[in-house]
């Protein structure tokens, strides 16, 4: 059988520059899948503000700015969608009733990541056409639902966003995919109990057809491995300390770890985790955590090559 070359990355949290290079890898990787397993959006706005006499000003990384026309400005906002954020141009009126109105920070937010998400759709498809490459695209749990509104109209036999679902990467494999986690201390928007997450996983386990070629390309790595390694952090989300260093622990999802034990896939996919890069065997299953240093600009990957009945080699990237 023909090999299926997979290119597996995952966090990309927002950062545009990361995006891009992703998109390029098609032609250095020359993958048949490209998957991004979760937590698509960034965390934070950097305001701009329009001035009276038509400048903008803005502070990124300490630094000041002023911008004298267009070409200035569209500079600097992608210097800023490099580090995962999102400019938002504001005058200063409308900025001190952003920061004192909460429901107004949410609905700019949500409308920065919904547009942020489609922009990179329109770049997907643009990227994609005539090259017979699927592209995966996964809401992770830091993922507001907001953004499942981008697929609409854009999602086709290419790009897919594929929460829930049952699909195939060939004539041979079928992946199931789920960007929900277990409970983190953050609370973010698809974080929920093992005892759901469970359900979830067999609700498609149970629409597979042959489950030993499938893969599970689940966001949250299986609990206690190489993979699901952070920091523990205390109630005010403080890391907590150990002989000066910060205290790991394993905090992927037992129902992760579960299924993949019970059902024996061919392959696990997972992210979530930035620091914890890595692979390793549950009984006959590979799993594999590119890692994220998504804030440094640096698209972390995974290449990897199936036939019908193994994993035949995996590769770490870094660019």
């Known amino acids: 059988m023909k090999l299926t070359r997979i290119f597996h990355v995952s966090d990309l949290h927002g950062s545009e520059f990361c995006f891009s290079k992703l998109l390029r890898s098609i032609d250095l990787y020359k993958p048949n899948i490209i998957n991004v397993c979760g937590d698509l959006t960034g965390k934070a706005i950097i305001p701009i503000i329009r001035q009276k006499d038509g400048t903008f000003v803005t502070k990124l990384l300490g630094a000041s700015y002023m911008m004298k026309n267009m070409e200035e400005l569209e500079k600097v906002k992608n210097e800023i969608r490099v580090n995962g954020w999102y400019p938002w141009c504001t005058t200063q009126e409308e900025l001190e009733e952003f920061k004192s109105n909460k429901k107004k920070q949410d609905l700019v937010f949500k409308d920065l990541m919904l547009e942020s998400i489609r922009r990179w759709l329109l770049m997907a498809e643009k990227h994609l056409k005539g090259k017979n490459v699927k592209l995966f695209l996964l809401p992770g749990n830091d993922d507001d639902f907001i953004i499942d509104q981008a ?130 065997k549950i009984n006959q299953t590979l799993c594999i955590n590119p890692g994220s240093e998504y804030g440094e600009g640096v698209l972390r990957g995974c290449i990897i090559n199936i036939d019908e009945k193994s994993v035949k080699s995996y590769l770490f990237t870094s660019g």
């Not at 996983?201 to 206690?224: G, K, L, Q, T």
């Not at 920091?231 to 992760?256: C, F, Q, R, Y």
């Open 151 to 280: 697929f609409k109209g854009l999602e086709g036999d290419y790009i897919i966003n594929p929460e829930g679902k049952v699909v195939y990467l060939d004539d041979k494999h079928e992946m199931i995919s789920t960007g929900y986690s277990n409970t983190t201390p953050w609370n973010a928007p698809r974080d929920i109990p093992e005892e759901k997450l469970i359900e979830k996983i067999e609700d498609m386990a149970s629409r597979v057809r042959n489950i030993s070629s499938c893969i599970f390309n689940f966001h949250c790595p299986p609990f206690n491995t190489l993979l699901d390694i952070a920091p523990k952090v205390d109630e005010n989300l403080t890391p907590v300390m150990s002989g000066g260093s910060p205290l790991m622990i394993p905090v992927g999802s037992i129902a992760v770890r579960k299924s993949i034990e019970k059902y024996g896939p061919l392959l696990g996919l997972h992210g979530h985790i930035h620091e914890s890069r890595g692979a390793e």
